[in-house]
């Protein structure tokens, strides 16, 4: 069987097809099997006679029965199986009569079966329809429960789709009303140059950030360029307050992870570690591959987890709470993500993920450099 996105090509893609030979295949094998009973009885060859026309009944009233069921079986179940004993008993009793009358016609003209006789036939019939009656209901239920499941697999994927795009899409506001403040500013002091390089690099991030799928995984080596159009705005507010240094090696480059994840990191880095000390930090962030996982670590030499420090949090944006939903989202459990203190000082967070190798496609920066050049990820190899 072939997957076709959520659907699977099977014996039931063609409904009216499937029933025809269940149908043909099933009244011929019950013809088979009743003939060979009459021979082994000793019933001679014309028994073959009643018994295709027993068969031909039987394929006509099932026929007629499939009609009807096909009309009542989404009703209300108070309605549907009162109908469904109505249509069998009247098609076993119809059948039951055509047999018999057929029956004593050809063997015994004159007969005309009463009482236990009559009943017995009945039985039989009523036996062969029901059977028939429970494989129709339990087909279509399994083909109705299919499609249901189907649609609610539908249902799911759209929903994680919106989730992930609800992540994503969740920058950080201080972040936007920062740099154009920033823009702001440079414009009011006619560093018009500046500028306009600020905001060139703010709309390439946003490009990145916004036109892409969000469900899409990208490389490690396209992300550091992501991050690297971030810090060029970021660079332009804290000059040399801001250190960033990376650290990739070639394996880990290539590397899938969910698009922007690293930079929620790094904001609140910036945030935590760069802003609230005059000096500023340093922030490192340090991919590799570790037994077949995707390491990556980012460090910060801010004042990390002591008591005085304020504690990273989601409170505004995106924060580390996104990453966790992302992550679960991405990898189920197997993923690590843990927050730790530096030493000497500042903290250190471990994402640990499996590691999926392959060129990510995600969206383009804006200033029209590839994803990640050869010149790229030679410097973030070093």
Not at 115 to 139: C, K, P, Q, R
Not at 329 to 339: I, K, P, S, V
């Amino acid at each position: 069987m072939a997957l076709t996105g959520l659907r699977t090509e099977s014996f039931f893609s063609d409904k009216n097809r499937a029933f025809w030979i269940l149908q043909g295949g099933g009244w011929g094998a019950y013809f088979v099997l009743r003939g060979l009973g009459g021979l082994a009885n000793k019933m001679g060859l014309t028994f073959i006679l009643p018994t295709f026309v027993v068969t031909l009944t039987g394929f006509s009233l099932t026929l007629l029965m499939a009609a009807a069921f096909r009309r009542i079986i989404r009703m209300k179940p108070i309605w549907m199986w009162p109908l469904t004993i109505l249509i069998l008993g009247t098609a076993a009793l119809l059948f039951s009569v055509i047999e018999v009358r057929f029956h004593a016609w050809l063997y015994e003209p004159g007969w005309n079966p009463v009482g236990i006789e009559f009943f017995g036939a009945i039985l039989l019939d009523l036996s062969v329809l029901g059977a028939w009656t429970a494989l129709y209901y339990g087909i279509n239920y399994y083909l109705l429960l299919s499609a249901q499941s189907e649609r609610m697999l539908k249902v799911a994927a759209q929903a994680n789709a919106a989730q992930l795009a609800m992540l994503r899409y969740q920058l950080n506001p201080h972040f936007l009303f920062n740099t154009l403040n920033s823009i702001s500013t440079l414009v009011l002091l006619k560093q018009t140059e500046r500028a306009n390089a600020m905001l060139s690099r703010l709309s390439s991030f946003l490009r990145y950030s916004l036109v892409g799928d969000p469900t899409q995984m990208v490389s490690v080596a396209q992300e550091v360029e992501a991050l690297r159009q971030y810090l060029d705005i970021e660079r332009m507010r804290f000059e040399q307050r801001l250190r960033f240094s990376v650290t990739v090696d070639p394996r880990a480059a290539q590397g899938q992870v969910p698009s922007l994840l690293l930079q929620p990191l790094v904001e609140n880095a910036i945030k935590y570690a760069v802003t609230p000390m005059e000096e500023g930090a340093d922030i490192a962030l340090d991919a590799r591959v570790v037994s077949d996982r995707l390491v990556i670590t980012l460090t910060d030499t801010g004042p990390g987890l002591n008591d005085t420090a304020p504690k990273p949090n989601s409170s505004s944006g995106v924060g580390l709470a996104n990453i966790r939903d992302r992550l679960a989202q991405a990898y189920g459990t197997d993923h690590r993500f843990e927050l730790g203190q530096n030493q000497p000082n500042g903290l250190i967070v471990t994402i640990d993920i499996p590691y999926l190798p392959g060129i990510g496609a995600g969206a383009p920066l804006g200033d029209g450099r590839p994803a990640a050049s050869a010149a790229a990820q030679k410097e973030i190899a070093q």
